[in-house]
């Protein structure tokens, strides 16, 4: 029949062709007398005949080759498995294996799938004996006598290749085993020769390896197997799930770690912390692979597609090793996981199964669910049972709640009871049957005792652990015949028997709120329990489900049905998470991430199942369009939900905070349109309870009527009102999480599942808010959503005693409750512990642990200081203490706080930090920046919160009653439109004619100034924007002097610039010029031009006489003053005190001030010659842009920006060169580095390279360099410049950068104030660099602390000056946190603060270091006499004059004078004590 019909299929056109009109009538009708319709016995032979002939006629070779099938060489199968045999277009309809039986049974349908015939060894094949096994692996297989067969095939690709693999073997096989080989080659690749052991040889430190485990009871038995195993190595193996949280420390410390998919992707969403781990991962392993047919399966997907992406984004080697079960299509898996067919891709059907397994599956006919249905279930599981039974066989019988054990088993023995079997269960004859049972009498199990008599046993993890590790005991000592447990024992424990029982396929699955299908991999599992080598020589498997789920069990277990992709289910939020971390920033990178998918993969191969046609692959084989498509309308979606935004005219994505946030925290995007709708800058904790309710993670979620009266009843005990109350989902979420915070017990145990699942999401959803909150600035819903939080985490509400997150007593703690509630923890933690002992109405012992719990309690104390910085910028400056007792158990490594301020009302966050307290932190210094109004509220709240503790709260508030801002400025010089005079004009003499050879013209702010600078003897201040000509307009008025052989006196804040100007002046002027770097040089009257430092000129002023220099000045050229710090200051105090009385003309030069015309006045400067042009006047076009990041300062930072650096620099101009300004030297590599991967990637080979650069001649510089760091940068047009190159070397990155041969120079920090190009970008990658402070006095007591501290805004504005070129446009591009962005656009726009610093930061009434020294030096040297001498000094400084404007800043509430008076007692004093202890 069956030819028959492949006959009828073959020739089906020429049926139709033969019977257009349908089935041919039944009627006999006459024949045409024609050959083809003769159908006689003669005329069938005759055909035969002639085919035969024909047969016999053709040639060998046709010369068309066709398409052969591949013939891959590790596959392994027998001819009785069928794999992917469908008979139907969407293989709905499959062949069975051949042997299988189906029969008809009054109450079940049974099939019966025989064991498969073994495929026959090749000829090449052995088991390898395990002494042939390198020492590295022999003691990692300890009692093994040798390989089995299939560890045999695969031992060389695994072991000694790093060939990606796919192996598909049934369970029980040893896959887990080929996993170690492959972990093997990991370490083994890690090692170095210079220890004698082998432990000692591995460098722990290089590798990870992830093993990814599709259930949380798998990984803990892969962690205790490989860590039992590799324990002699010294390889620590750890498990990262939802349950068990690593520290940075144990992660550092841990080779080997456990983890689940969503875990893992969790973990690769990060930047930071967990997600560095990705940087270091050298082999993962996925088990279980062929889940991504399951709903999990867009996550499998998800973390190889990112994995494959990383190695190619990072050139790095990460090997990927399926593991899966028998698959039909596993060519389509190995080409997903990147697996090559002939070397990595291994295949092993059911044959290869250790222990034959005989595969029954059962249909029990009737209504699912039924009480019928469960009494055929129950009848027809008890059947199966006795016959395993009288057999002598153990049995295991599987169910799906633990209730159902005991049910179970109690049902079996009643079946018994009245089959009169009892007998067959029976094992008193065993001879240790009487010691087993006095053992079990110690249980307080009733259940377990009563049923143990009978031969019956249960399992669940509801039991004792005591109780558990006894039944498994029991069973393995074939003392129990029947033991009825949960899966969780197939998962956790290898406990093995001759047969095992599912008994139902229906179990409650609390993240979809109902009840569901049990899953394949549950029943492979199972099924692998049957017949454990080494234990059974046979086994028998029996599935019992409702007879409409039968086939799909069969079809599953059997794998005859291609898996397909879920990837389509999941992909905003998949799509949401690259954006998030960047590898997907457009169209076309999105549709490039979809090519790494298994979607991908199968949309090629069965196209109809995703909505596509047969000829969409034909038509696009590589179905481009349909990915860009996909990527489209996902985006819009994004957009949509404000997670993105999506700019469809460039298809560009830019991540905003919400989208980051939901990435971060694993929250659906349909759960952030609900918050986008619902979410309130005010609410309370019944509203963010409702909220949080509402998220779609919950949806499924249902209420069942069975459980309406103990929700209501917990309700009515719930501290917060439940909207919606018992009648909706989101109400029944409510009561749970209520209940979960009230440490409240329920009954139901579909109760209980869907409490730990409301649980477990809230948490991590509710953080998502916090975070949401946090990022809209909104200071009450962050106050409630950290409490709440807090309480979802300790499960305590906020009104509860905050000492009982404490491992104390109960009777302390109820005594705490009841007579000191009302006292502060402060004051508890004053006390002595016989009084709090007293207080509590209990002993002195208890006392003391209260006080001790009262003093390790997380507390901060915070003061504040007002620093006006402009008429509309006001500076609070929080000094933070920590006043708590530390306990590396109680506190860990570090205690996390959140600092804000807010406004009066509460309502507004004005500006936040998070900061982390640790052990050696004395004190934190936090500068916050808030704008002022006309309208501001009389005060502001400074808040600290602790992040994880319940009432560790610190409140502060910043009055405003004495604060006094400085006026607005009024004289702000708007550039005139004027004529730009050409330089070669004869207005200028002709030494100051060649001075500016160099430029065309004057500028409009060097014409607005010339005519004073050049013609006058004037006192003036130019204050402008960076790289606008100010130095100019300053040479001028040294070519005045010059001419007129007056002298001229340069200081200069920094030495660098000290040097600079002083080749730039000998090479210019061409006249003598002095560079004083030594008070004797300071008198030296053989050049007209000096230059000096501000250091230099303090030492020479301090001298016992004054310098002749002074009196032949004729001017005096102050650069950079925006620069002035307390040795500036006194400086120039001290020269302006020197030369008040002579004709010394002034000239100030400063960048673009907000409070100019105050330098002007303390310079003495008339207001018609103080030119102080806000940061926006200028000539040359300067564009400024912010991106902003929330990643913490870290290495991870730094590569988070590497491709947006990349991208911005490509989208620059062609032919245009970019700076990029990086934290440290250190980073200058690292940033090279990834850059070049960047071009790598993006297939742009030669990188930035100039245009017209030949191979040649970029060969002959390469053949220059010295260091072979830079020399790959150069050949992508890529240098570095930094301080500690090889002389040569810089200057030749330098040559090349201005020649145009390679267009990127990346520099560190610090370069800003000495780089000596310009560019028409300038990317400041990153604004906070590692400062190393080292705390305490002696060595013993020494620390090195390290701190972030943020970039000074002097520095951003010299790194704005490298993008200001004369005539053409720039653009200074600043990547900074989120929080920093507003500041420094402020400053940017409107100028920079200038205020006095002489005073020093601590703003004690001691003043600065350099002060300080300064009145030591020149007392003992007898030029201080009485302090009237020090008050003079001060009278004429900046701070002096700042005193009267800004008196707030400096916290002078009194009369200047009367404040000034008050520091020089103090200075007097303190330089008294410096000479008595001298």
Same mark, same amino acid.
């Given at each position: 029949?069956?030819?028959?019909?492949?006959?009828?299929?073959?020739?089906?056109?020429?049926?139709?062709?033969?019977?257009?009109?349908?089935?041919?009538?039944?009627?006999?009708?006459?024949?045409?007398?024609?050959?083809?319709?003769?159908?006689?016995?003669?005329?069938?032979?005759?055909?035969?005949?002639?085919?035969?002939?024909?047969?016999?006629?053709?040639?060998?070779?046709?010369?068309?080759?066709?398409?052969?099938?591949?013939?891959?060489?590790?596959?392994?199968?027998?001819?009785?498995?069928?794999?992917?045999?469908?008979?139907?277009?969407?293989?709905?309809?499959?062949?069975?294996?051949?042997?299988?039986?189906?029969?008809?049974?009054?109450?079940?349908?049974?099939?019966?799938?025989?064991?498969?015939?073994?495929?026959?060894?090749?000829?090449?094949?052995?088991?390898?004996?395990?002494?042939?096994?390198? !020492?590295?692996?022999?003691?990692?297989?300890?009692?093994?006598?040798?390989?089995?067969?299939?560890?045999?095939?695969?031992?060389?690709?695994?072991?000694?290749?790093?060939?990606?693999?796919?192996?598909?073997?049934?369970?029980?096989?040893?896959?887990?085993?080929?996993?170690?080989?492959?972990?093997?080659?990991?370490?083994?690749?890690?090692?170095?020769?210079?220890?004698?052991?082998?432990?000692?040889?591995?460098?722990?430190?290089?590798?990870?390896?992830?093993?990814?485990?599709?259930?949380?009871?798998?990984?803990?038995?892969?962690?205790?197997?490989?860590?039992?195993?590799?324990?002699?190595?010294?390889?620590?193996?750890?498990?990262?799930?939802?349950?068990?949280?690593?520290?940075?420390?144990?992660?550092?410390?841990?080779?080997?770690?456990?983890?689940?998919?969503?875990?893992?992707?969790?973990?690769?969403?990060?930047?930071?912390?967990?997600?560095?781990?990705?940087?270091?991962?050298?082999?993962?392993?996925?088990?279980?692979?062929?889940?991504?047919?399951?709903?999990?399966?867009?996550?499998?997907?998800?973390?190889?597609?990112?994995?494959?992406?990383?190695?190619?984004?990072?050139?790095?080697?990460?090997?990927?090793?399926?593991?899966?079960?028998?698959?039909?299509?596993?060519?389509?898996?190995?080409?997903?996981?990147?697996?090559?067919?002939?070397?990595?891709?291994?295949?092993?059907?059911?044959? &290869?199964?250790?222990?034959?397994?005989?595969?029954?599956?059962?249909?029990?006919?009737?209504?699912?669910?039924? !009480?019928?249905?469960?009494?055929?279930? #129950?009848?027809?599981?008890?059947?199966?049972?006795?016959?395993?039974?009288?057999?002598?066989?153990?049995?295991?019988?599987?169910?799906?709640?633990?209730?159902?054990?005991?049910?179970?088993?109690?049902?079996?023995?009643?079946?018994?009871?009245?089959?009169? #079997?009892? #007998?067959?269960?029976?094992?008193?004859?065993?001879?240790?049957?009487?010691?087993?049972?006095?053992?079990?009498?110690?249980?307080?199990?009733?259940?377990?005792?009563?049923?143990?008599?009978?031969?019956?046993?249960?399992?669940?993890?509801?039991?004792?652990?005591?109780?558990?590790?006894?039944?498994?005991?029991?069973?393995?000592?074939?003392?129990?015949?029947?033991?009825?447990?949960?899966?969780?024992?197939?998962?956790?424990?290898?406990?093995?028997?001759?047969?095992?029982?599912?008994?139902?396929?229906?179990?409650?699955?609390?993240?979809?709120?109902?009840?569901?299908?049990?899953?394949?991999?549950?029943?492979?599992?199972?099924?692998?329990?049957?017949?454990?080598?080494?234990?059974?020589?046979?086994?028998?498997?029996?599935?019992?489900?409702?007879?409409?789920?039968?086939?799909?069990?069969?079809?599953?277990?059997?794998?005859?049905?291609?898996?397909?992709?879920?990837?389509?289910?999941?992909?905003?939020?998949?799509?949401?998470?690259?954006?998030?971390?960047?590898?997907?920033?457009?169209?076309?990178?999105?549709?490039?991430?979809?090519?790494?998918?298994?979607? &991908?993969?199968?949309?090629?191969?069965?196209?109809?199942?995703?909505?596509?046609?047969?000829?969409?692959?034909?038509?696009?084989?590589?179905?481009?369009?349909?990915?860009?498509?996909?990527?489209?309308?996902?985006?819009?979606?994004?957009?949509?939900?404000?997670?993105?935004?999506?700019?469809?005219?460039?298809?560009?994505?830019?991540?905003?905070?919400?989208?980051?946030?939901?990435?971060?925290?694993?929250?659906?995007?349909?759960?952030?349109?609900?918050?986008?709708?619902?979410?309130?800058?005010?609410?309370?904790?019944?509203?963010? @309870?409702?909220?949080?309710?509402?998220?779609?993670?919950?949806?499924?979620?249902?209420?069942?009527?069975?459980?309406?009266?103990?929700?209501?009843?917990?309700?009515?005990?719930?501290?917060?009102?439940?909207?919606?109350?018992?009648?909706?989902?989101?109400?029944?979420?409510?009561?749970?999480?209520?209940?979960?915070?009230?440490?409240?017990?329920?009954?139901?145990?579909?109760?209980?599942?869907?409490?730990?699942?409301?649980?477990?999401?809230?948490?991590?959803?509710?953080?998502?808010?916090?975070?949401?909150?946090?990022?809209?600035?909104?200071?009450?819903?962050?106050?409630?959503?950290?409490?709440?939080?807090?309480?979802?985490?300790?499960?305590?509400?906020?009104?509860?005693?905050?000492?009982?997150?404490?491992?104390?007593?109960?009777?302390?703690?109820?005594?705490?409750?009841?007579?000191?509630?009302?006292?502060?923890?402060?004051?508890?933690?004053?006390?002595?512990?016989?009084?709090?002992?007293?207080?509590?109405?209990?002993?002195?012992?208890?006392?003391?642990?209260?006080?001790?719990?009262?003093?390790?309690?997380?507390?901060?104390?915070?003061?504040?200081?007002?620093?006006? *910085?402009?008429?509309?910028?006001?500076?609070?400056?929080? =000094?933070?203490?920590?006043?708590?007792?530390?306990?590396?158990?109680?506190?860990?490594?570090?205690?996390?706080?959140?600092?804000?301020?807010?406004?009066?009302?509460?309502?507004?966050?004005?500006?936040?930090?998070?900061? +982390?307290?640790?052990?050696?932190?004395?004190?934190?210094?936090?500068?916050?920046?808030?704008?002022?109004?006309?309208?501001?509220?009389?005060?502001?709240?400074?808040?600290?919160?602790? #992040?994880?503790?319940?009432?560790?709260?610190?409140? $502060?508030?910043?009055?405003?009653?004495?604060?006094?801002?400085?006026?607005?400025?009024?004289?702000?010089?708007?550039?005139?439109?004027?004529?730009?005079?050409?330089?070669?004009?004869?207005?200028?003499?002709?030494?100051?004619?060649?001075? &500016?050879?160099?430029?065309?013209?004057?500028?409009?702010?060097?014409?607005?100034?010339?005519?004073?600078?050049?013609?006058?003897?004037?006192?003036?201040?130019?204050?402008?924007?960076?790289?606008?000509?100010?130095?100019?307009?300053?040479m001028l008025a040294i070519c005045r002097s010059i001419r007129f052989q007056k002298r001229v006196l340069v200081v200069v804040p920094r030495l660098d610039d000290a040097r600079n100007i002083f080749h730039r002046l000998r090479q210019d002027i061409k006249v003598g010029v002095n560079l004083v770097n030594h008070?004797?040089?300071?008198?030296?009257?053989?050049?007209? *031009?000096?230059?000096?430092?501000?250091?230099?000129?303090?030492?020479?002023?301090?001298?016992?006489?004054?310098?002749?220099?002074?009196?032949?000045?004729?001017? $005096?050229?102050?650069?950079?003053?925006?620069?002035?710090?307390?040795?500036?200051?006194?400086?120039?105090?001290?020269?302006?005190?020197?030369?008040?009385?002579?004709?010394?003309?002034?000239?100030?030069?400063?960048?673009? +001030?907000?409070?100019?015309?105050?330098?002007?006045?303390?310079?003495?400067?008339?207001?018609?010659?103080?030119?102080?042009?806000? !940061?926006?006047?200028?000539?040359?076009?300067?564009?400024?842009?912010?991106?902003?990041?929330?990643?913490?300062?870290?290495?991870?930072?730094?590569?988070?920006?590497?491709?947006?650096?990349?991208?911005?620099?490509?989208?620059?101009?062609?032919?245009?060169?970019?700076?990029?300004?990086?934290?440290?030297?250190?980073?200058?590599?690292?940033?090279?580095?990834?850059?070049?991967?960047?071009?790598?990637?993006?297939?742009? @080979?030669?990188?930035?390279?100039?245009?017209?650069?030949?191979?040649?001649?970029?060969?002959?510089?390469?053949?220059?360099?010295?260091?072979?760091?830079?020399?790959?940068?150069?050949?992508?047009?890529?240098?570095?410049?930094?301080?500690?190159?090889?002389?040569?070397?810089? *200057?030749?990155?330098?040559?090349?950068?201005?020649?145009?041969?390679?267009?990127? +120079?990346?520099?560190?920090?610090?370069?800003?104030?000495?780089?000596?190009?310009?560019?028409?970008?300038?990317?400041?990658?990153?604004?906070?660099?590692?400062?190393?402070?080292?705390?305490?006095?002696?060595?013993?007591?020494?620390?090195?602390?390290?701190?972030?501290?943020?970039?000074?805004?002097?520095?951003?504005?010299?790194?704005?000056?490298?993008?200001?070129?004369?005539?053409?446009?720039?653009? =200074?591009?600043?990547?900074?946190?989120?929080?920093?962005?507003?500041?420094?656009?402020?400053?940017?726009?409107?100028?920079?603060?200038?205020?006095?610093?002489?005073?020093?930061?601590?703003?004690?009434?001691?003043?600065?270091?350099?002060?300080?020294?300064?009145?030591?030096?020149?007392?003992?040297?007898?030029?201080?006499?009485?302090?009237?001498?020090?008050?003079?000094?001060?009278?004429?400084?900046?701070?002096?004059?700042?005193?009267?404007?800004?008196?707030?800043?400096?916290?002078?509430?009194?009369?200047?004078?009367?404040? *000034?008076?008050?520091? $020089?007692?103090?200075?007097?004093?303190?330089?008294?004590?410096?000479?008595?202890?001298?």
């Amino acid at each position: 029949m069956l030819e028959f019909a492949t006959d009828l299929v073959q020739h089906r056109q020429t049926l139709v062709q033969q019977y257009p009109s349908g089935v041919p009538s039944t009627k006999p009708r006459k024949v045409k007398n024609s050959p083809e319709h003769d159908y006689s016995e003669e005329a069938a032979k005759r055909r035969m005949a002639e085919k035969f002939r024909a047969a016999a006629e053709r040639p060998l070779w046709t010369g068309t080759a066709n398409p052969e099938a591949e013939i891959l060489p590790h596959i392994y199968t027998s001819s009785s498995m069928t794999h992917n045999h469908s008979v139907s277009t969407f293989g709905s309809k499959y062949l069975l294996p051949l042997g299988t039986i189906r029969q008809q049974h009054d109450d079940y349908e049974e099939v019966t799938v025989p064991p498969a015939r073994t495929v026959p060894p090749r000829p090449t094949e052995r088991l390898i004996p395990c002494s042939e096994l390198p !020492p590295l692996a022999q003691g990692s297989f300890p009692g093994y006598k040798s390989l089995n067969r299939i560890q045999s095939i695969v031992y060389h690709t695994a072991f000694k290749t790093n060939e990606n693999m796919l192996i598909c073997a049934p369970t029980g096989a040893g896959k887990t085993d080929v996993a170690m080989l492959t972990i093997l080659r990991a370490i083994d690749q890690h090692r170095s020769g210079v220890a004698t052991d082998i432990a000692g040889s591995i460098n722990r430190d290089e590798f990870k390896v992830i093993y990814v485990a599709p259930m949380k009871a798998l990984a803990a038995e892969i962690v205790r197997k490989l860590g039992k195993r590799l324990a002699w190595l010294r390889i620590k193996v750890r498990e990262l799930t939802g349950d068990m949280q690593l520290t940075k420390a144990e992660i550092a410390e841990t080779q080997i770690i456990v983890t689940t998919p969503e875990k893992w992707d969790v973990v690769t969403r990060k930047p930071t912390g967990e997600g560095e781990l990705a940087t270091k991962v050298k082999l993962l392993i996925i088990d279980e692979v062929h889940l991504l047919n399951d709903e999990r399966g867009a996550v499998i997907e998800t973390i190889v597609a990112r994995t494959v992406r990383q190695v190619e984004s990072t050139q790095s080697l990460i090997r990927i090793v399926g593991l899966s079960a028998t698959l039909p299509n596993y060519i389509d898996v190995g080409d997903f996981l990147r697996v090559s067919r002939r070397e990595g891709l291994f295949y092993f059907d059911s044959s &290869f199964r250790p222990v034959p397994l005989e595969q029954h599956f059962v249909g029990v006919k009737g209504k699912a669910g039924s !009480p019928a249905a469960k009494r055929a279930l #129950d009848k027809t599981a008890y059947h199966f049972v006795s016959e395993l039974a009288r057999e002598g066989h153990q049995v295991m019988v599987f169910v799906h709640s633990r209730k159902d054990t005991v049910k179970s088993a109690e049902s079996l023995k009643e079946f018994a009871t009245l089959e009169a #079997d009892l #007998d067959i269960f029976d094992c008193r004859h065993d001879p240790q049957f009487e010691f087993h049972r006095r053992e079990i009498g110690k249980s307080k199990n009733k259940e377990m005792k009563q049923l143990f008599d009978y031969g019956f046993g249960i399992h669940h993890a509801g039991m004792l652990r005591s109780d558990r590790n006894m039944m498994e005991r029991l069973f393995e000592a074939k003392v129990i015949k029947v033991l009825c447990c949960t899966a969780t024992l197939a998962w956790g424990v290898n406990l093995p028997a001759h047969g095992v029982i599912i008994k139902g396929t229906q179990l409650y699955d609390p993240s979809q709120g109902k009840f569901v299908d049990l899953s394949v991999l549950d029943v492979l599992q199972i099924f692998g329990r049957a017949g454990r080598p080494g234990m059974e020589t046979s086994g028998v498997g029996f599935i019992c489900t409702s007879d409409d789920k039968l086939p799909h069990y069969l079809e599953a277990v059997t794998a005859q049905h291609p898996i397909e992709s879920k990837f389509a289910h999941g992909i905003l939020d998949s799509l949401n998470a690259e954006i998030a971390l960047g590898t997907v920033t457009n169209v076309a990178e999105g549709a490039e991430w979809l090519s790494y998918t298994y979607l &991908f993969v199968r949309m090629r191969k069965n196209p109809m199942v995703y909505g596509m046609t047969h000829d969409d692959p034909v038509n696009d084989p590589d179905l481009t369009e349909r990915r860009h498509s996909m990527i489209t309308i996902a985006g819009r979606k994004l957009a949509a939900a404000g997670m993105v935004q999506f700019n469809e005219d460039k298809g560009s994505f830019d991540i905003t905070d919400i989208g980051r946030i939901a990435s971060k925290y694993y929250v659906r995007h349909a759960s952030i349109e609900v918050f986008q709708k619902e979410f309130r800058p005010k609410m309370t904790e019944a509203d963010v @309870l409702a909220l949080l309710s509402m998220s779609t993670e919950f949806e499924q979620v249902q209420v069942r009527e069975n459980e309406v009266e103990e929700l209501k009843a917990l309700e009515a005990d719930m501290p917060c009102q439940v909207k919606g109350g018992t009648d909706t989902s989101a109400g029944k979420v409510n009561i749970l999480l209520q209940a979960h915070i009230s440490k409240r017990t329920v009954d139901d145990f579909a109760l209980v599942s869907d409490m730990l699942y409301s649980a477990e999401n809230g948490g991590r959803i509710i953080r998502s808010l916090l975070e949401i909150a946090l990022s809209r600035k909104w200071a009450n819903a962050s106050n409630v959503l950290m409490a709440m939080s807090k309480s979802v985490e300790k499960r305590m509400w906020g009104y509860e005693h905050p000492l009982i997150q404490f491992d104390l007593s109960t009777d302390v703690i109820y005594c705490l409750g009841r007579w000191a509630d009302e006292f502060e923890i402060s004051e508890l933690a004053s006390m002595t512990a016989a009084d709090l002992g007293k207080l509590i109405h209990l002993n002195e012992r208890h006392g003391a642990a209260l006080r001790k719990a009262a003093r390790q309690f997380p507390c901060l104390s915070i003061s504040s200081q007002l620093r006006p *910085l402009s008429h509309e910028l006001l500076q609070i400056r929080l =000094l933070v203490e920590p006043t708590f007792d530390w306990s590396n158990k109680i506190h860990g490594s570090a205690e996390p706080f959140w600092i804000w301020v807010e406004d009066d009302s509460g309502t507004n966050i004005l500006q936040l930090t998070k900061i +982390l307290i640790q052990q050696n932190t004395t004190s934190l210094t936090i500068d916050f920046v808030i704008p002022m109004t006309s309208s501001q509220a009389p005060f502001v709240i400074a808040r600290a919160i602790s #992040d994880r503790w319940i009432g560790a709260e610190t409140e $502060v508030t910043v009055e405003f009653d004495n604060l006094k801002m400085p006026a607005a400025p009024l004289r702000r010089t708007p550039i005139v439109d004027l004529p730009l005079l050409r330089t070669d004009l004869h207005i200028l003499d002709n030494k100051t004619r060649g001075v &500016f050879a160099k430029f065309r013209q004057f500028n409009s702010i060097q014409m607005q100034c010339f005519w004073p600078a050049f013609n006058t003897d004037v006192n003036m201040l130019i204050s402008s924007s960076a790289s606008s000509g100010k130095t100019q307009l300053a040479m001028l008025a040294i070519c005045r002097s010059i001419r007129f052989q007056k002298r001229v006196l340069v200081v200069v804040p920094r030495l660098d610039d000290a040097r600079n100007i002083f080749h730039r002046l000998r090479q210019d002027i061409k006249v003598g010029v002095n560079l004083v770097n030594h008070p004797d040089k300071f008198d030296d009257h053989t050049s007209l *031009l000096s230059v000096v430092t501000a250091t230099d000129l303090l030492n020479s002023l301090i001298r016992e006489r004054r310098s002749s220099l002074l009196t032949t000045l004729g001017l $005096v050229v102050f650069e950079d003053l925006e620069l002035l710090d307390p040795t500036y200051e006194i400086a120039a105090s001290l020269l302006l005190q020197a030369i008040q009385t002579l004709p010394i003309r002034v000239v100030g030069v400063a960048a673009a +001030l907000n409070n100019g015309e105050a330098l002007a006045d303390w310079l003495g400067i008339r207001k018609d010659f103080s030119y102080c042009f806000p !940061p926006v006047e200028r000539d040359q076009a300067l564009s400024i842009t912010f991106q902003t990041f929330t990643i913490p300062y870290s290495a991870a930072l730094m590569r988070a920006m590497a491709k947006p650096v990349y991208d911005t620099i490509r989208a620059n101009s062609r032919g245009e060169n970019s700076i990029v300004f990086v934290p440290s030297i250190g980073q200058c590599s690292a940033v090279l580095s990834d850059l070049i991967k960047q071009c790598t990637l993006s297939m742009n @080979l030669r990188g930035f390279l100039g245009e017209d650069v030949s191979e040649e001649l970029l060969e002959s510089y390469v053949s220059q360099v010295k260091s072979s760091d830079i020399r790959d940068g150069i050949m992508r047009g890529l240098v570095v410049w930094h301080g500690r190159m090889n002389h040569a070397d810089r *200057l030749l990155s330098l040559r090349l950068f201005a020649e145009g041969i390679v267009r990127v +120079l990346i520099t560190p920090r610090e370069s800003c104030w000495t780089v000596p190009v310009r560019a028409g970008l300038v990317i400041v990658m990153g604004t906070q660099y590692t400062v190393q402070k080292i705390s305490g006095n002696s060595d013993a007591e020494q620390k090195i602390e390290r701190y972030v501290a943020e970039y000074s805004v002097h520095e951003l504005v010299r790194m704005e000056g490298r993008a200001v070129r004369h005539g053409k446009i720039g653009r =200074l591009h600043i990547l900074c946190q989120a929080e920093h962005r507003d500041t420094y656009m402020r400053f940017l726009t409107d100028g920079l603060p200038l205020e006095s610093q002489i005073l020093g930061d601590t703003t004690g009434e001691l003043g600065s270091d350099v002060l300080q020294t300064w009145v030591k030096q020149n007392r003992s040297k007898g030029l201080i006499k009485t302090r009237q001498d020090v008050m003079d000094l001060l009278s004429s400084t900046f701070l002096a004059y700042r005193l009267e404007h800004n008196p707030t800043y400096y916290d002078a509430p009194e009369h200047s004078p009367v404040y *000034l008076s008050r520091v $020089v007692d103090a200075l007097w004093e303190r330089s008294e004590t410096g000479e008595r202890s001298t």
